[in-house]
């Protein structure tokens, strides 16, 4: 109730036969008492409660429920299976798909609906992201680096037990039905039938990126997971092949998912590997161009009209060649963007890691950047930027910046390096190119 | 001027001949006029004057300078390698120390000077780290991440061209003249003696942790450091062995480098490689035990006594085994941390992994943590934990928790993996054990 009240517009019926109110709306004593038509049942009720319950959600003609109980065949106790094995059937007796049981729920930003019980996932960012997860853990985790990084999202779904609507349902609506959602990002475990997510994730191929975490890579995770949600793993080696098969980008670890869903919702994909680095201090662009070969990239060669843009607006005392120490352009963060535009210009570049550690001397880029964004197009090439600041000085222009016109800030250089070299992993994928990693 | 005023407690005397008040502050008209005893000159004047005001530093009796400008050895101009070449002779006509030319200065936060033009740096939280590196750029993305991240330093230092005083003069003082300083962090580009380095790290091994980022490890980023600050980089198989001989634990990125030097700086080294998860939730846990392998660590087995206190304060449906889901006693964070400090006892466990996202049912989860720390004694054995929650919810908490006891707080599951990989991979080094990587 907390997540709803104040947050979704259209009309909300507490059901409660023990209660007058809640949270300020005046409760009905039954699902069935309610004169208003019923989208979406958020169930709370106890686990032997919820058969009646849906049976209700059925006769009232609900749409759709999310059933945040818990006590299904997660548990060790037999009778939770058998539970599960009723709610099933009530559910189709009513073509009545649910959400859960066992989950927290789900948050669409865009329609304004938290219907979970973590009201502050109200404060992520509306944007094009949607994670579809089978832990509520990773939900909070990565709702709440999301807000932290500014990650923008559209929606937010723990599946729990998936009683009837799992991935490839998720899948299905999200990449068809929502527009909304832009790219998908997806937390997995184990599945019972994960040849079903696969042949659905290969028939919406190439409508809209698809990056994935998947847990138990090593053995140890493999058993745990087997336990979480009552499901078989499987060996990660067959998952592997099988999702990169389905054109589904895999990651390693839940930054690397987020830093990969925020490029992908705003940034083009690159045409081909070759990066430019141009940094406003020597050192961050080093370390940059030390991650480059792991990333899959490589530094791009500039063509001459571009080198000669470079020579023109740096002394001699910088390195002018990839990567680009702009540091004596501090003074005119004109200067550090005219170079980000010729570069972007260059037939031989096919992206650029651009970044500014905070110094005195450029106090005014973040703002200057921000205020050339009001008037530029979108950049055609992808541009991963780490801005890095003390708290209060560049935040708000970063924050502004920060998904626009086709560039996007992470937090450190070898972060926006990584990001980039999963944009072109995933464009290789989406043409079915062989390679490695 | 603006970085000392207001943060440095002793006399601060500003020299200008053409100025009268500089930051409220009387101006002296010379260096040699001044009448007080002058421990240290910060020098920005132009490069062609510098020879000239260093031998006034030396008559004056000047202990130590830091030489801001640029325009030396590293410009394309050979007139600035002869201009560094004639300061060098005036350093040691009068056995004078130069931080620098070409170097953004230094900060001690324990001592609470600020010989930098970056006056933020004193928001750096005071602690046990200091970093010394080649590169102005990568002591401001550092020291901002400092900040963000809640990274106790002691100093940050760029050493610039390296006049007279290198890495084997910073390292000296830091392990052995500076009390402060506990652990000590390099970023290294490249060096025109490597072989003093590592001789100087030698003689000093064991006596405080010593952790390196070494630019240049693809063929990229080592063109580009031989650029940088005027010397060569040198083949990075070679570096890579050499650290490790000198003890100096390398990592890869400078979130490593961070997150690294602060568990170091919090926390005791394991005694093995065993390591206990244990989660507010079962999603986090997993992704936690699936990079344990690749950071050279193992799940551990509990023994019969801990495993009996898990299973009394968790009911039979959550996972128990290594990862623990520690869900169920999410209402009672007292349950949690006794299930910590079971897991602390027990003898085949060598650290513990203490996850835990926010969520309405575990509000109180850091208050209650910060409340048992006020009693507690230091962990024998080092805790990385990763607190997870929207802005504003444990803020205060976490922040008063993170590096006391034992206990370090960092940003996600895998980094807190990592950070324990690194400690271990330390211990092993100190102790010149053969392993892999």
């Known amino acids: 109730m907390k997540s709803l009240v104040g947050n979704y517009r259209g009309a909300i019926y507490p059901v409660n036969p023990n209660s007058k109110q809640a949270w300020g709306i005046d409760c009905w004593s039954s699902l069935t008492s309610i004169t208003g038509v019923v989208d979406l049942a958020v169930i709370v009720v106890p686990a032997s409660l919820v058969p009646e319950t849906l049976h209700e959600c059925g006769k009232k003609g609900v749409k759709g429920v999310v059933l ?14 058998l539970l599960e094995d009723e709610i099933k059937k009530i ?28 009201s502050e996932f109200s404060l992520i960012r509306k944007g094009g992201v949607s994670l579809i997860s089978q832990s509520g853990g990773i939900c909070h985790l990565c709702g709440f680096l999301a807000i932290e990084q500014g990650l923008g999202m559209s929606a937010l779904m723990s599946l729990g037990n998936r009683c009837n609507f799992d991935f490839p349902e998720a899948l299905t609506y999200f990449i068809d039905h929502d527009d909304a959602t832009k790219v998908v990002a997806l937390y997995i475990e184990g599945l019972d039938m994960p040849r079903h997510l696969i042949e659905t994730a290969q028939s919406l191929r190439g409508k809209k990126p698809i990056v994935a975490l998947k847990a138990g890579r090593s053995e140890k ?6 336990f979480h949600t009552g499901s078989m793993a499987g060996n990660h080696q067959i998952w592997k092949g099988a999702l990169k098969q389905a054109g589904i980008l895999a990651v390693d670890t839940a ?24 940094s406003g201090q020597a050192g961050p662009g080093m370390i ?14 500039f063509t001459t009209e571009t080198q000669e843009v470079i020579n023109r607006l740096l002394p001699p005392i910088a390195i002018r060649t990839n990567p680009v120490d702009m540091g004596p352009a501090w003074y005119s963060p004109k200067d550090m963007l005219h170079i980000l535009s010729a570069t972007l ?17 450029n106090l005014k880029l973040a703002e200057e950047l921000l205020r050339e964004f009001e008037e530029s197009d979108t950049f055609p090439k992808p541009v991963m930027a780490c801005f890095t600041a003390p708290p209060g000085v560049w935040d708000h222009a970063i924050q502004e910046i920060d998904g626009q016109k086709g560039m996007v800030v992470l937090p450190t250089p070898e972060r926006a390096v990584k990001a980039m070299g999963n944009l072109w992993r995933m464009k290789t994928l989406l043409e079915g190119r062989v390679q490695s990693g």
């Open 221 to 226: 995770g493999d058993s745990a997971s087997r």
């Open 345 to 361: 210009d260059d037939d031989g570049t096919d992206g650029v890691i651009f970044l500014a550690m905070y110094a005195s001397a």
């Open 68 to 81: 945040i109980t818990a006590g299904f065949r997660e548990i060790e106790d037999e009778l939770g299976g």
């Open 255 to 278: 930054e690397e998912l987020i830093d990969t869903a925020k490029a992908l919702d705003s940034c083009p994909l690159p045409a081909g590997p070759r990066i430019a680095i141009l």
């Open 91 to 118: 559910a189709q007796l009513y073509d009545l798909p649910i959400i859960g049981p066992n989950t927290f729920g789900f948050v669409n930003r865009t329609a304004g609906v938290n219907a979970s019980f973590t």
């Open 288 to 301: 940059a161009a030390d991650t480059i070969d792991r990333a899959g990239l490589q530094l791009s060669n």
